[in-house]
């Protein structure tokens, strides 16, 4: 029967791919990849031959339709992103929204996401979180933190290493500078590394030594 499967991927170590992926992504008629390069590697590594396709937040509006096509006519369909769980601030929702709309099954295999990691280790509370992402570049990013500001669970952000420092100045300003985060990078990979401590400490020290990698912030909500 047809199906889309949303197959995490490792975020850095190659050991946290699952058995269950690699035989879905070794069945399938078809790979859809954010970056087909990227994809490669791993699909190289783990020795599985099924052709892949590109399908990115670039063209993932142009393809949508013939993947859909191809699925009504009794595809198997894998989807990975570089990194991750698809649709995860990562393409995939278009997708999967579709899929549903056109009563296709969909199955998001478990598996490996930044996020869970950062938030587990990071010290701060679990119970109760809200998952940000990528604040917003420059329009509605003030606004956005205005709002947050009054945010009482935990919030968890994604940034890239060079905009940490103003997204951290931004915290300072809008949560102030006692408020508690946690800020992990490479995650898994063999330079993790998690600094914990209030917004001005861990500031400072992002300022003494620059950041690389993929990053994952994690701050306290607002005291009630």
Do not use: W
């Amino acid at each position: 029967m047809a199906k889309l499967y949303l197959v995490p991927t490792p975020i850095g170590n190659l050991e946290d791919m699952t058995f269950r992926a690699i035989r879905v992504l070794k069945e399938a008629d078809l790979i859809l990849a954010e970056d087909t390069r990227t994809s490669g590697k791993l699909l190289k590594h783990y020795e599985i031959a099924t052709p892949m396709q590109s399908h990115h937040m670039h063209n993932e509006h142009q393809t949508t339709e013939s993947i859909i096509r191809r699925l009504q006519a009794g595809a198997t369909i894998a989807m990975i992103s570089d990194a991750g769980t698809p649709a995860i601030s990562d393409p995939g929702f278009l997708l999967t929204r579709a899929c549903v709309a056109n009563e296709i099954a969909v199955e998001c295999l478990p598996g490996a996401t930044a996020f869970v990691p950062a938030l587990v280790n990071s010290g701060l509370p679990n119970d109760k979180f809200v998952f940000e992402g990528f604040l917003p570049i420059k329009k509605g990013r003030q606004t956005r933190m205005q709002v947050l500001a009054q945010e009482t669970r935990t919030m968890i952000f994604y940034e890239s290493p060079h905009k940490l420092l103003k997204t951290l100045t931004h915290f300072k300003e809008f949560f102030g500078a006692d408020r508690l985060i946690s800020v992990s990078r490479e995650l898994s990979k063999l330079h993790e590394e998690t600094i914990r401590g209030t917004v001005a400490t861990v500031c400072m020290h992002f300022e003494a030594k620059a950041p690389k990698g993929e990053i994952v912030i994690i701050v306290a909500g607002k005291n009630k």
